[in-house]
């Protein structure tokens, strides 16, 4: 079964507006951690933002923030006041704690327009 | 410099050859992870280790083996390349008993 599902393939911002990238997860694990990374066109993987299962406050990195519902299990990124550098593949991911691995979602491709 | 580098960067080979890509990092992890991929599947996990005499198979490797030469080394092999093995390739990274993992570079593969 899929345990991380990001439904849209593609979405456009206009400049300095904010975007919401929608994650959700599957897992009976009650201990787990959510990732984002952000994968521009030349190919790189560049860690964001962590969120663990236990954490009481959603995460906030700079203009980026986890956007955390645990009981609706999603975990959606939101990037404020979005910069022409923010296009890119964003992909969300899971490590559950009796696990080794990240799963990942399929992405989601954010294009900013001036 | 980077903390953790991939060679090469982009590799063309044949159907049947062996090929080698290496990874090194100055991070300092214990763990490292050999990831592939392809559009629209994310990525998916080949191989990992999580020091010098522990490799593990991840979720798709056959047709794949690994090395790990030390600490800061990690190589992933195809013993015979073939052309559903053409993707982009990452090494990773983590420390024991934190989640994040750091990606290198990727090294993009064409199987001809």
């Known amino acids: 079964a899929q345990k991380i599902t990001q439904t849209q393939p593609g979405m456009f911002v206009q400049e300095k507006e904010a975007v919401t990238l929608d994650c959700t997860y599957d897992?009976?694990?009650?201990?787990?951690?959510l990732f984002w990374y952000k994968q521009p066109s030349s190919g790189e993987m560049i860690f964001l933002i962590y969120?663990?299962?236990?954490?009481?406050q959603n995460a906030t990195e700079g203009r980026y923030s986890l956007n955390f519902q645990k009981a609706r299990k999603s975990a959606n990124l939101v990037i404020s006041a979005s910069q022409l550098g923010d296009s890119a593949m964003y992909f969300c991911a899971m490590r559950e704690d009796n696990d080794y691995k990240l799963s990942f979602g399929a992405g989601t491709t954010v294009t900013v327009r001036a | 410099d980077a903390d953790v580098t991939q060679t090469p960067r982009n590799r063309i080979t044949k159907t049947g050859k062996r090929i080698m890509l290496e990874c090194s990092q100055t991070k300092g992890h214990d763990r490292m992870y050999w990831y592939r991929q392809d559009p629209g599947l994310g990525l998916r996990l080949i191989y990992y280790?999580?020091?010098?005499?522990?490799?593990n198979k991840g979720e798709i490797s056959d047709g794949y083996s690994v090395s790990r030469q030390a600490q800061a080394k990690f190589s992933l092999s195809l013993e015979s390349a073939i052309p559903n093995q053409t993707a982009l390739y990452f090494c990773?990274?983590?420390?024991?008993?934190?989640?994040?993992?750091?990606f290198g570079p990727g090294t993009r593969l064409l199987v001809l």
């Open positions: 969120q663990g299962s236990y954490d009481q």
């Open positions: 897992t009976s694990d009650p201990s787990y951690g």
């Open positions: 280790s999580f020091d010098v005499k522990d490799i």
């Open positions: 990773a990274t983590s420390e024991t008993g934190s989640g994040t993992q750091y």
